[in-house]
């Protein structure tokens, strides 16, 4: 998994990430391996910017993307980065 690019962009390491989606589908145990290996990395500065910018990311890779199941596992994803982005927020509300 560490081998894949976290990209789906057009050239040759998206290709190589999308091919893998296609392989072993949208669901299942690998498919979600491969959200954890997007969410995962180094970062600075607020968790929340960082996974919004992934997040408006992957959004754009939606349009151009053919590929129903990889169009799947993106929305996938998109949904785990806006529960990141959520868990502070309703964390806070449950403190009251």
Sequence with gaps: MQALPR???DGRPGELTRGFIELVGADG???DALI???CSGTRWGPD?????KMRDRARAWLTPMKSTQVR???GRLISTLS????RPQ???E???
Excluded: C, K, P
């Design 7 to 9: 990209t789906l962009e």
């Design 29 to 31: 145990l690998l498919a």
């Design 36 to 38: 954890g290996h997007f």
């Design 48 to 52: 929340s910017l960082y996974y919004s």
């Design 72 to 74: 799947e596992w993106v």
């Design 83 to 86: 529960d990141i982005i959520n």
């Design 90 to 92: 309703i964390d806070e």
């Design 94 to 96: 449950r403190q009251f």
